[in-house]
């Protein structure tokens, strides 16, 4: 196992921080948050991604993508959950894109160039970002099936920050797909974008400490602060390596992957919630306010923690790889 990722890796991550960075300020998401229609994302930054390869990473280049594995694909999207970009990035890159690349090889080169976004759920009462996406791949009796014109047959949208929604119908073509290691992608790459909330959350709060003033110190010179921030970073730095362990696990098809993956969406989601706690009693009462943009990523944490099985799930997933099922 390399301890360790290339450095072709780490120019890839790079480009898109950089590409992110520009093109997805806080600005960007509180605009998509706040936007009247039913898209809240960005069609043309969704295009930039496509045509940079991020889209593409988990398909093969004979079907226009980039034939790298989940490996590669974590990293990209830490740096989304970074910058909290709106739009289905996991549910689109990591599951649907290898998915349709070995089953609708038209749809798949749309969705690897960007033109149209798909999303991912395990259930019909609650497809995140079914309002944005106009086709829904659904994970159901072992299998996954293809819904396409979903927001045609969507019922209205339930939570704003993901535009989800409750699908009327769930007629569509099965697909070749296994629903189980669909599940673990996506835990995985929800982990990989709890990862990077959490980083930004730590990030911002270090700048607003420096930078805010009580009886002529910067309020982060602190020790009580200092402990809350350093408590959140450690956290952080021991759910990385667990991410990246599960990434590689996915990519290798190990037999550990569904202990490795749970562990990691266990330990990121532990970093996620840590960092938001953290980052608001640091913050103190400017941090509770609409104006302040630290409820864009606590929210994100939240709504990420709740989506493909919450943390007594995956527990008690690792319990069972490690000691047996309950007798």
Do not use: N
């Not at 196992?1 to 890839?12: K, L, R, V, W």
């Amino acid at each position: 196992m390399q301890f360790g990722f290339t450095d072709e890796q780490i120019a890839f991550r790079d480009a898109v921080r950089d590409l992110l960075g520009d093109a997805c300020p806080p600005a960007a998401v509180r605009a998509a948050w706040s936007a009247d229609d039913r898209l809240g994302y960005d069609p043309h930054l969704w295009r930039s991604l496509g045509e940079m390869g991020v889209l593409g990473v988990l398909a093969p280049e004979d079907a226009g993508g980039l034939g790298l594995t989940e490996v590669d694909l974590v990293l990209l999207l830490e740096e989304t959950g970074r910058v909290a970009l709106p739009g289905p990035i996991v549910e689109h890159a990591a599951v649907a894109v290898p998915l349709l690349a070995s089953a609708h090889a038209a749809l798949a080169v749309q969705a690897i160039a960007g033109d149209v976004a798909v999303t991912f759920a395990d259930r019909p009462s609650r497809v995140g970002w079914g309002a944005t996406a106009p086709v829904v791949l659904l994970a159901a009796d072992g299998g996954v099936r293809l819904v396409e014109d979903a927001r045609s047959s969507a019922l209205q949208s339930v939570d704003r920050s993901r535009r989800d929604v409750t699908l009327t119908t769930t007629d569509g073509a099965a697909i070749d797909g296994d629903a189980a290691l669909a599940l673990d992608r996506a835990a995985l790459g929800s982990s990989a974008q709890q990862c990077g909330l959490a980083a930004q959350m730590i990030a911002m709060t270090v700048d607003y400490t420096s930078a805010r003033r009580q009886f002529g110190v910067p309020v982060g010179s602190y020790q009580a602060l200092k402990h809350h921030l350093a408590d959140a970073l450690l956290l952080l730095e021991h759910a990385r390596p667990a991410v990246y362990r599960a990434a590689w696990s996915v990519a290798h098809g190990q037999p550990t992957r569904a202990r490795d993956v749970s562990m990691a969406k266990v330990m990121a989601d532990r970093a996620a919630a840590g960092a938001a706690r953290a980052a608001l009693q640091c913050h103190g009462a400017i941090g509770y306010t609409w104006e302040h943009d630290l409820h864009l990523w606590m929210k994100r944490v939240w709504v990420l923690e709740r989506l493909w099985g919450g943390t007594p799930a995956h527990r008690a997933r690792v319990a069972d790889a490690v000691c047996g099922p309950p007798a």
